[in-house]
């Protein structure tokens, strides 16, 4: 059974760093086609994805956040970190990983429950 | 980038109703579409890839058509459990986009 679950700050300074960690559960992130996604959103918006990360350390980002993200993983301890610079306001979202796969089957089958970031001096 | 739309952008409908709800995509992607459910207050879950294979566990009410650019998601007897906000998303290649969503409500 795959699960996976959001942590970190909830609420940020603006200018700030966020760091989010995924921890999961239920599939081998070493292994060949795995990958882990982050997608946000905004309250009362659509989903925007943002990052992904592949088995072998390959990444995707957005191309509109691409500048601020990192995306990285550590499969031993099964988590996958994001991080995203200069936090602002218009950053507030809700923050979901989900498990993916490749190639060409980039949906995403698992999703974490979510962790709200609030960005606000 | 290829850019992903939705029409409509919310609906009202009845119990039973048959319901459509279009994507479109700005450039051809092939067969490369996923179907998201987010009911609200919780998390998105997935109803359909390759634009018409039902995720496992979802009710054969629902159905998903198209290819390339044009792409449609069916609800052929609407319940009141499918009170939810759908998304498309793209994963031909990154970026993998969703589309900005279509809110389906009970008339």
């Known amino acids: 059974q795959i699960t996976l679950k959001e942590s970190g700050p909830t609420l940020v300074r603006p200018t700030q760093t966020l760091t989010l960690t995924c921890t999961f559960s239920g599939f081998p992130l070493s292994t060949r086609g795995e990958g882990v996604a982050w997608i946000r959103q905004p309250p009362g918006k659509a989903l925007e994805w943002l990052a992904l990360i592949y088995w072998d350390d390959d990444t995707r980002y957005s191309p509109s956040l691409k500048s601020r993200l990192t995306i990285t993983k550590d499969s031993s301890k099964k988590q996958v970190v994001l991080s995203v610079t200069n936090m602002d306001p218009v950053d507030t979202a809700t923050y979901y990983c989900?498990?993916?796969?490749?190639?060409?089957?980039?949906?995403?089958?698992?999703w974490g429950q979510g962790i709200l970031v609030t960005v606000s001096s | 980038d290829i850019q992903m739309t939705q029409s409509p952008s919310s609906l009202s409908a009845s119990v039973g109703d048959r319901v459509t709800i279009t994507c479109r995509a700005s450039q051809g992607i092939g067969n490369y579409l996923a179907w998201y459910q987010q009911k609200p207050g919780e998390i998105p879950s997935l109803l359909i890839y390759?634009?018409?294979t039902l995720q496992s566990g979802v009710p054969s009410r629902f159905s998903g058509s198209g290819s390339e650019t044009d792409f449609t998601l069916t609800i052929s007897c609407l319940q009141p459990e499918d009170v939810a906000t759908y998304y498309c998303?793209?994963?031909?290649?990154?970026?993998?986009?969703f589309g900005p969503g279509t809110k389906v409500d009970l008339k």
């Open positions: 989900a498990h993916t796969m490749w190639p060409v089957t980039e949906y995403f089958d698992y």
């Open positions: 998303q793209k994963y031909n290649s990154a970026p993998f986009t």
């Open positions: 390759a634009a018409s």
